[in-house]
């Protein structure tokens, strides 16, 4: 005679089925609407083609999920619901479940549908809600971890944009405001390098993957290795890629310059006395696009030959006031500006990797609760996110990536405001750095809400400060719906498995 369990694994053997199935589906869903937010500035500055963000997403995000996505997937699964309502009453927790997984899911493709970057977190939470509240009222929700999670909504976009402007307001006055950028950019870079990778390798390591051994680490030994490798990255940048970059670019605008002036100067001169002969030439090296080439495409016959001393264009003023200091009136240096490119895809592959492991929780989250309430035939859930389906909820994000995600990387990386590598930069960093530190601390925030702060907040300090406030208008308004119409989806769905199934 099958025992209790058998008997209700036996029972409940399709529902995990069919869950999985729609686990599957949200997490294409995410990918289509949530991942593409990674890559979208670096898309949209040039950087990087649409296919190469695919690629590199789909290699970061899968990596972040299995080394991350335990912690936000456990928050998810037991913080926004008290489990114990449920002892006794499985079969209606399993069927909440799936109820949140379809009617997230079906959210997330509308949204994707009309090419709005809506928040995974918010539609999760609102379906989490909207199933227990049919099933046990009030009582069974967790209010004040909600109220955390809701408090992390709006501080997330507040505190990523504030991170970004600090990041490109130090760029802007280091580097992209100096009589000569190019030359303040290369001694900067291996100092950005450090910082970069540094943090990003503590944020990895610190209490990180069990699998891998990190969490065995102290704090000390974190900050050691985060160091230490921050510092090699550095000393390489400071070894190779600064002389690389410095005879790429003024390589490439000495042969532009040299079709129109005697060639006094050669390619491989050094960086001072190339832009000491320029200045003294009388060439105007504005990054708006009359010195070396203007930056859309015209043939270095557009040079414009201005005197130095009159239109000293590339000297900025003392800032004489609180905006002067945070916005810039000169334009971005086009050859300064490419010292951020690489920079922009690695802090871009590091947000992925923070996407990953924060929102892969929310389309396993459920599907992990299905499969621990099958397995112990418990409402307590006490065993870990296994690995493997973290890996298969990644699967899933790069799928709906590949196929879907184009619609939403434009509307990020091009239809809110100009992204150039140096803003772009600031904007990644800042992003994966609220991001990182709020998956390290168990809170599901939104990375959605994350990125399109700090692309609004930067793109009102730099000097070309258009932010296309309609397209953040609509943003804005599908945030806010989000939840609930997530809610009622859930909702409506539980309410049809009470007439046909519980």
């Known amino acids: 005679m099958d025992s ?10 399709p529902y995990v089925v069919g869950g999985a199935v729609i686990a599957f589906i949200l997490a294409f869903a995410i990918g289509a609407n949530d991942t593409a937010n990674s890559f979208g500035t670096s898309v949209g500055s040039k950087v990087i083609t649409l296919w190469q963000a695919y690629l590199l997403a789909s290699v970061f995000e899968t990596l972040g999920a299995i080394l991350l996505g335990h912690k936000v997937t456990d928050t998810m699964r037991k913080g926004v619901v008290d489990l ?19 009617g997230c899911g079906a959210w997330m493709l509308m949204a994707t549908f009309f090419k709005l970057p809506v928040s995974t977190t918010h539609s999760i939470v609102g379906a989490t809600i909207g199933f227990s509240f049919v099933l046990r009222g009030s009582s069974g929700i967790r209010w004040e971890k909600i ?24 760029i802007d006055h280091s580097v992209l405001r100096r009589s000569r950028p190019l030359s303040s950019g290369l001694l900067v870079l291996p100092l950005i390098y450090f910082l970069c990778f540094a943090f990003n390798i503590f944020t990895i390591i ?9 969490d065995k680490l102290t704090l000390t030994m974190c900050i050691a290795l985060s160091c230490g490798g921050g510092l090699s990255v550095a000393i390489l940048v400071y070894l190779f890629l600064v002389p690389y970059l410095r005879n790429h670019i ?67 003023a003392p800032s004489s006031s609180v905006e002067a200091f945070f916005r810039s009136s000169k334009p971005e240096d086009p050859q300064a500006s490419q010292l951020f490119s690489l920079l922009q ?51 899933g994000m790069c799928l ?5 995600g184009h619609r939403v990387i434009y509307t990020v990386g091009e239809n809110l405001t100009k992204i150039t590598p140096a803003s772009g930069f600031a904007i990644e960093f800042g992003a994966a750095v609220t991001v990182l530190v709020a998956s390290k601390m168990g809170l599901p925030i939104s990375s959605t809400q994350c990125k399109v702060g700090s692309v609004v907040a930067v793109g009102l300090v730099q ?11 609509n943003i804005s308004l599908s945030w806010l719906v989000t939840l609930p119409v997530a809610g009622l989806l859930s909702a409506g769905i539980i309410i049809f498995f009470k007439l046909v199934a519980l």
Not at 4 to 13: D, K, N, T, Y
Not at 206 to 214: A, D, H, Q
Request: with cysteine.
């Open 206 to 214: 610190f209490e990180g993957s069990e699998f891998l051994g990190f």
């Open 84 to 102: 114990a309502v449920y002892n006794g009453s499985e079969k209606e927790l399993m069927f909440g479940q799936i109820a949140v997984l379809t």
């Open 4 to 13: 209790p369990l058998g008997a209700f694994q036996a029972e409940m053997l």
């Open 147 to 170: 109220t955390r999670i809701f408090a992390s909504w709006v501080i997330s976009p507040i505190l990523s944009g504030l991170v970004s402007v600090i990041f490109y307001v130090c």
């Open 250 to 316: 003024l390589s490439s605008s000495s042969s532009a310059r040299l079709v129109e002036m005697a060639p006094t100067v050669q390619p491989t001169q050094s960086l001072l006395a190339y832009e000491n002969g320029v200045a003294e030439s009388g060439l105007n090296m504005n990054s708006n696009g009359n010195g070396v080439t203007n930056g859309k495409g015209d043939s270095p016959t557009s040079l414009v030959v201005t005197n130095h001393q009159s239109h000293p264009q590339n000297v900025v």
């Open 400 to 404: 709906g990536l590949w196929l879907l």
């Open 463 to 473: 000097a070309n400060h258009a932010v296309k406030w309609h397209t953040f208008r």
């Open 345 to 395: 895809v690695t802090t871009a592959c590091f947000g992925g990797f923070a996407h990953g492991g924060n929102d892969v929780s929310n389309a396993i989250a459920p599907l992990v609760s299905l499969h621990a309430i099958f397995v112990e035939g418990t409402a307590d859930q006490g065993g870990q996110t296994p690995w493997y389906m973290l890996l298969y909820g990644s699967l």
